[in-house]
């Protein structure tokens, strides 16, 4: 061990992912050592309100006794199994069983992964097994949308719209990118919100005709997007889709990974925006953040006919050492309890309508361009000229100076492109939310 500050080690040591280099060089490293409600402390002793919930995942803030004693007690009886051999946990069969409960669904299976990244990935290799097995294996392209994230490996980063992955020479060929459902940014001039949605219903029926029907194996959708800049689908998006998708018998994979377990107000993203998804993919609040984990959730009619597959040839090939984790799984049915049961999901209804208040009046300044979002997942995106939307330009982004401004005061919220976006913990009290809003309003004020 050398004798480095932490902050020097945090530099030298780790290959950072998803950080602004020179920024982090500049600043230093916060390196945080415990947390307590939804706040952390760092090796300097300094405190932060995480608005961010670690990654969109801590629902639960950082020190739930429920979710710790539920880790502690099943390291203590049995530490670690796969779902695969003819043998599977017994807290994975309750944890599936479970999902399916609280699903949308009244009956499907659920396959285990530990992300969100392989969840995705684990459903596209779900399609592509079974469509082969329908006689169908031409179809394997994957619709999704610019700006949507749906994780890093490189398939579930191929369905990511982000230019960024073009350093890795992604997407991979086959997956095809339609148009963000953003009304005030890519709404035409003089189009209303209703002819935008329209326009895009009829670019994804356009594109499944020029690309063939019978060569797509599926359409995939964040309820919300959220990495993307928390973008809420526009006014009757899934209402104008979903038919579509229906008709050329394409399936709708809803990615729940964020909206999922209460993010938008009720248990998952499709109910918020009334559509039925043919499967969820899960994660992140799957846990409360406790346990990496992520779940394939299939409705009853991929289920019964993925099964079929997997019968015909006498396995379905697929899965990951740690696939259904017991510790994991015991983690997961006590988060959904916590969440559904002790009030979180509650918080979100009853505060949501504060948090959306305490923020329009922080848009209230010249240079945010718009506020955007549902539940407790919010963001405001900055603008150089309200009027034109004409974002900042500079190498260090106006996001990452408001959310660098922000961190100097103790205050943790997430820069994205030119947005700040606040995803606060399930537990946020009303005067932490206070405390949110004068930390940001500063730094805000600082900033521009
Ligand atoms: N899907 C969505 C909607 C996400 O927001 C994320 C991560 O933020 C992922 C998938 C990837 O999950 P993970 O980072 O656990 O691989």
Redesign the pocket.
């Known amino acids: 061990m050398t004798d480095l500050s932490w902050e020097q080690k945090a530099d030298d040591f780790s290959l950072y992912g998803f950080t602004d280099l020179p920024s982090v060089h500049d600043r230093g490293a916060v390196v945080v050592t415990h947390g307590e409600g939804p706040y952390i402390f760092d090796t300097k002793g300094r405190k932060y309100l995480d608005a961010n919930s670690g990654?969109?995942n801590m629902v639960a803030g950082f020190d739930h006794k429920g979710l710790i004693e539920a880790a502690q007690a099943q390291y203590a009886r049995f530490p670690g199994y796969h779902a695969f051999f003819g043998r599977m946990s017994d807290q994975t069969v309750l944890l599936s069983e479970k999902l399916i409960e609280v699903s949308p669904y009244d009956r499907g299976r659920v396959f285990y992964t530990n992300?969100?990244?392989?969840?995705?990935d684990t459903m596209v290799k779900t399609l592509w097994f079974l469509h082969a097995a329908e006689g169908k294996p031409q179809r394997r392209k994957i619709l999704t949308r610019v700006n949507a994230?749906?994780?890093?490996?490189a398939v579930?980063a191929s369905m990511t719209g982000k230019p960024y992955n073009s350093v890795f020479g992604l997407p991979l060929p086959g997956f095809i990118h339609l148009t963000c459902p953003h009304y005030w940014r890519f709404g035409q001039d003089g189009e209303t919100e209703e002819q935008f949605t329209a326009r895009l219903a009829a670019e994804l029926e356009a594109t499944i005709i020029k690309e063939g029907p019978d060569t797509i194996a599926a359409f995939f959708a964040?309820p919300v997007m959220?990495?993307g800049g928390v973008i809420p689908p526009s006014k009757g998006y899934f209402q104008a889709i979903a038919p579509i998708l229906k008709k050329y018998d394409i399936p709708l994979i809803s990615?729940e990974?964020?909206c999922g377990f209460g993010r938008t107000g009720n248990t998952w993203g499709c109910e918020t925006y009334d559509f039925m998804p043919d499967a969820i993919?899960s994660?992140?609040n799957l846990t409360a953040g406790f346990f990496?984990m992520?779940a394939v959730i299939l409705g009853p009619e991929l289920a019964d006919r993925v099964q079929a597959a997997a019968e015909a040839i006498e396995e379905f090939p697929h899965g990951f050492t740690a696939s259904g984790h017991p510790v994991g799984c015991a983690i997961a049915l006590k988060a959904i309890d916590v969440v559904m049961n002790e009030g979180l999901a509650d918080n979100v209804n009853r505060l949501s309508p504060r948090l959306e208040a305490g923020l329009a009046q922080i848009a209230q300044n010249p240079n945010i361009g718009e506020l955007r979002g549902v539940g407790y997942m919010w963001a405001l995106e900055a603008v150089k000229d309200r009027a034109t939307k004409t974002p900042f330009d500079g190498s260090l982004s106006v996001s990452e100076r408001i959310a660098n401004t922000c961190t100097d005061m103790g205050l943790i919220c997430r820069p994205l492109g030119q947005s700040i976006v606040l995803c606060p913990p399930f537990i946020l009290t009303e005067p932490q939310m206070d405390e949110m809003f004068e930390k940001l309003e500063k730094a805000l004020k600082k900033v521009f």
């Open positions: 990654l969109w992300s969100g990244s392989e969840a995705n994230y749906h994780g890093v490996t579930s964040e959220g990495a990615d990974v964020i993919i994660s992140k990496p992520g």
